[in-house]
């Protein structure tokens, strides 16, 4: 079995991670909502341009090979996007 290691955020690899949310309203200064898919972020911003986050601060990451073999766990934005600009499965 390899071990995934996850690329730093300056590195221009694609990061697959839950987004981290802020809510200080209700006293959660970092949360993932419990109905969150996972994007992919490039160089900190989403593939969808709906989140920005430090990918090297928070560890919500997942292993593209899995987000191949189980695509309903993604942004559909981010997953199509990603397929297309990174040339996989194809």
């Not at 994007?39 to 292993?63: M, P, R, V, W």
Request: glycine share 6%.
């Amino acid at each position: 079995m390899v071990k995934y290691i996850k690329p730093k955020m300056i590195s221009g690899q694609p990061v697959w991670e839950l987004p981290v949310r802020e809510d200080l309203i209700y006293g959660k200064p970092d949360y993932v909502d419990q109905r969150a898919k996972y994007h992919c972020f490039l160089e900190g911003h989403s593939l969808c341009k709906k989140y920005y986050q430090n990918t090297d601060h928070f560890d919500t990451d997942i292993a593209s090979g899995e987000i191949l073999a189980f695509p309903a766990v993604a942004c559909k934005a981010c997953f199509e996007k990603w397929k297309r600009e990174f040339n996989v499965g194809i």
